[in-house]
């Protein structure tokens, strides 16, 4: 029985001799305003005491990262592991600490010269503590475990030209209030296309995604908040506790094109433009309609790599108001921008910088709406990147 592990590992050997392993750690410092991502003021009688600093909660944070990939090829398939763990510690505000793990695994098998099947796997744990769960004001669902599988063929009929058929499950399971907990299963599939021009021409390639996504929300509400600590108090509680259940049945639509120019031997734009329909069965109150358009700027040489990106979107939610005295529609855009620079220092050792902003603007301003409330939110890192 000794022998065991031993003989494991000797059988292991040639088959990691043979394989690929990358491990990268980051180490970041910097500032992010708005952690929370809410309004600067709020038209409640409940929230009318809130000052500005109670609604906006700012502060320095340090990011700590580690990735792992491992990879392997035999004969005509290809298996890849990944994990990604980080930690953004705010040292003047420990309720903003977040955890977060992704675990990742893909497997590909080439079936001729032009298919290939692919199937991947992913895990995601993410876990701040949040504010007060009880607090209709503030809480936010900062935490959640999502599990995801999908499988599909990789199909090249030409040089140029690329087609994949894709489908998937997801489950998502969000952290629980006091109050409630929602969770969704998503069942969902994917076509997309590339055609790649010649490397002289100045626009090099087109591409169109499209995704139909079918999401049931479960929301299930307690209606005892308070669950008592004592145990011999327990057992009671458990025979006059209840909980009601809400199920959502959400369709969505989305179409995706995309076109990349090379501007020169460094310098590449990609223009997007995408549509998303949500259809909601049980409530039209919920169905809208988005427009979202995306330009990305990338410039890479021999040691630093810029990207840039920004993107607009103008949702159209015609039967949702902001309150039920008003009869003007809810205003819902997004402006997002975001700047990532990484200048190569030596072989292994990199410096890295990024920008992100996020402005969300609404005329959604009660306190008891918070999934459509204004915010705007910004961080800034500046760190290092070691690659072992």
């Given at each position: 029985m000794k022998q065991y592990p031993i003989l494991i590992i000797l059988y292991l050997l040639p088959f990691l001799a043979f394989s690929q392993l990358n491990i990268e750690t980051t180490l970041q410092g910097g500032y992010e305003y708005n952690i929370f991502k809410n309004p600067d003021s709020l038209n409640n009688a409940e929230a009318a005491a809130l000052e500005q600093s109670d609604l906006l909660q700012s502060a320095p944070l340090s990011n700590l990262g580690l990735a792992i990939d491992w990879k392997k090829k035999w004969n005509s398939h290809q298996l890849r592991l990944g994990s990604d763990a980080s930690a953004q510690l705010f040292p003047s505000l420990g309720i903003a600490n977040l955890w977060q793990v992704d675990l990742n695994q893909a497997y590909t098998y080439s079936m001729s010269k032009k298919i290939k099947f692919y199937q991947k796997a992913s895990f995601r744990s993410k876990n701040r503590q949040g504010t007060d769960a009880a607090s209709d004001v503030f809480f936010i669902a900062n935490s959640y475990h999502q599990v995801e599988l999908s499988a599909g063929l990789d199909w090249k009929p030409t040089k140029p030209f690329r087609i994949k058929l894709e489908g998937g499950k997801r489950l998502k399971n969000y952290q629980a209030s006091e109050t409630s907990a929602l969770w969704y299963n998503e069942t969902n599939a994917k076509l997309y296309t590339r055609y790649k021009f010649k490397k002289e021409a100045t626009l090099q390639q087109i591409e169109f995604i499209g995704r139909w996504r079918n999401r049931l929300y479960t929301r299930e509400r307690f209606e005892e908040p308070n669950i008592p600590?004592?145990?011999?108090?327990?057992?009671?509680?458990?025979?006059?506790?209840?909980?009601?259940?809400?199920?959502?049945?959400?369709?969505?639509?989305?179409?995706?094109?995309?076109?990349?120019?090379?501007?020169?031997?460094?310098?590449?734009?990609?223009?997007?433009?995408?549509?998303?329909?949500r259809k909601s069965n049980e409530n039209e109150r919920l169905d809208y309609t988005q427009i979202h358009p995306i330009i990305g700027l990338n410039f890479k040489n021999d040691k630093t790599q810029i990207k840039w990106n920004t993107s607009y979107s103008f949702r159209t939610n015609p039967y949702l108001f902001p309150t039920s005295e008003t009869e003007d529609a809810l205003v819902y855009q997004y402006w997002r921008n975001s700047l990532e620079v990484e200048h190569q220092l030596t072989k292994k050792l990199a410096f890295i910088a990024s920008i992100n902003h996020i402005l969300r603007l609404s005329n959604f301003d009660e306190a008891s709406t918070r999934a459509y409330r204004p915010y705007d939110y910004t961080r800034i890192l500046v760190g290092i990147k070691y690659q072992f």
């Open positions: 600590i004592i145990e011999e108090e327990l057992e009671e509680w458990e025979e006059d506790f209840d909980s009601s259940f809400e199920e959502y049945d959400m369709t969505y639509l989305i179409g995706n094109l995309a076109f990349k120019f090379q501007l020169n031997d460094q310098l590449s734009l990609k223009p997007a433009i995408e549509y998303t329909f």
